[in-house]
């Protein structure tokens, strides 16, 4: 029988890429505006999610204990992010996306 170990899971995204998986730790207050700006500091708090969750998985570790920590990446999920920001193009472009993003049930049941 397996034995269970304690789990840190981290929702993460492949939105880090977009920024070179570099946190910018100058502005972690979360201070930019919506817009190009807001989704470039989207993408640092993902790299900082993968980097902190790196982190801990490496402190235990090397702590000896057999907790794991780990990055969930549910892959493009259609939810209303964004859609605030441009809602005309929301409209328009929500129901091209729908044929390629998962529904939230199905990616939270993954």
Request: hydrophobic share 45%; aromatic share 6%.
């Amino acid at each position: 029988a397996l034995a269970l170990a304690a789990r840190v899971v981290v929702t993460g995204s492949d939105a880090g890429g977009f920024v070179g998986w570099q946190p910018e730790l100058a502005s972690m207050n979360g201070e930019a505006p919506m817009g190009p700006a807001g989704f470039r500091q989207y993408c640092r708090t993902k790299a900082l999610c993968h980097a902190l969750t790196a982190a801990l998985s490496d402190q235990l570790e090397s702590a000896g204990s057999d907790a794991v920590a780990c990055v969930w990446h549910p892959g493009a999920v259609d939810s209303q992010m964004g859609d605030q920001l441009a809602p005309g193009l929301a409209r328009l472009g929500k129901p091209i996306l729908r044929l390629c993003f998962r529904p939230p049930l199905t990616a939270a049941a993954i």
